[in-house]
């Protein structure tokens, strides 16, 4: 299975004083818990409305992790929402990838043996709010650090490429739909950070439905790690290892 066929569509907002909120991965709902910023307020079933969308700060700002206290950017996360992790068919569930938020950065680790059937390990920082984007052209982030056994990729989510047949509140797509993808290549990662820049209108991996992004209804950014199926007879399938560092995770015009 190519790692186009992630999806995730969020079954219900972020509780807004809580953090938590639910994720269906591949399909498959579960619930997830994130911790992230209080603020906002619940969007209605379907759509984006004006009252429920909220204007991307003006530097472009989405996240820095240099806030470790509470207020109004708590975590470092510019724009209310959380983080959450998932390994498909679970978000959280065994297998899912780590992070931290030390050091001012976002700190991934993941590390999953092949099975028979492709995994799909992700981070998300899911906003409560549709985040109208559209004075800007994409999304970047400084990277550092190495993967293997895996494939990996970036993704900025909007309600248009999430599926409304799960329920979610923020959906709008038909069934199996997912968000157009960037890979993230392992000659990408050095030791020392360097800016990758993700344009709204992506050339890499083709969403479905195969429409642009719509910057004007986004609702999360996702790093995922894809776990290839374990070579059939063969007792050294490689692991999927990765330590990955995001930071100043920003929209840019």
Aim: net charge negative; hydrophobic share 35%.
């Amino acid at each position: 299975m190519n790692s186009h066929f992630f999806t995730i569509a969020f079954i219900s907002t972020l509780a807004i004083s809580a953090g938590c909120g639910a994720s269906a991965i591949n399909g498959i709902a579960a619930t997830a818990s994130a911790s992230g910023n209080s603020g906002g307020s619940r969007l209605p079933s379907g759509d984006c409305t004006p009252s429920h969308t909220s204007k991307a700060p003006a530097n472009g700002l989405i996240a820095d992790f240099t806030d470790t206290g509470g207020g109004a950017n708590m975590g470092g996360i510019e724009i209310a929402g959380g983080i959450l992790t998932y390994a498909a068919p679970k978000v959280g569930g065994p297998g899912s990838p780590t992070y931290t938020t030390t050091g001012g950065a976002l700190h991934i680790r993941v590390s999953a043996a092949p099975t028979s059937t492709p995994q799909f390990l992700g981070a998300v920082i899911a906003f409560n709010n549709c985040v109208d984007a559209s004075a800007f052209t994409g999304v970047q982030f400084t990277i550092s650090g190495s993967f293997s056994g895996c494939t990996m990729q970036y993704a900025t989510g909007d309600v248009e490429h999430q599926d409304l047949t799960l329920g979610s509140t923020f959906a709008t797509g038909p069934a199996g739909s997912y968000p157009p993808q960037d890979r993230l290549a392992v000659d990408e990662m050095t030791s020392a950070p360097r800016t990758i820049k993700a344009p709204f209108v992506v050339s890499d991996i083709q969403g479905s439905p195969p429409t642009p992004l719509d910057p004007s209804k986004l609702i999360s950014t996702i790093w995922q790690f894809t776990v290839p199926v374990a070579a059939e007879g063969a007792s050294d399938n490689p692991m999927c290892t990765g330590a990955i560092t995001v930071d100043d995770i920003r929209f840019y015009r």
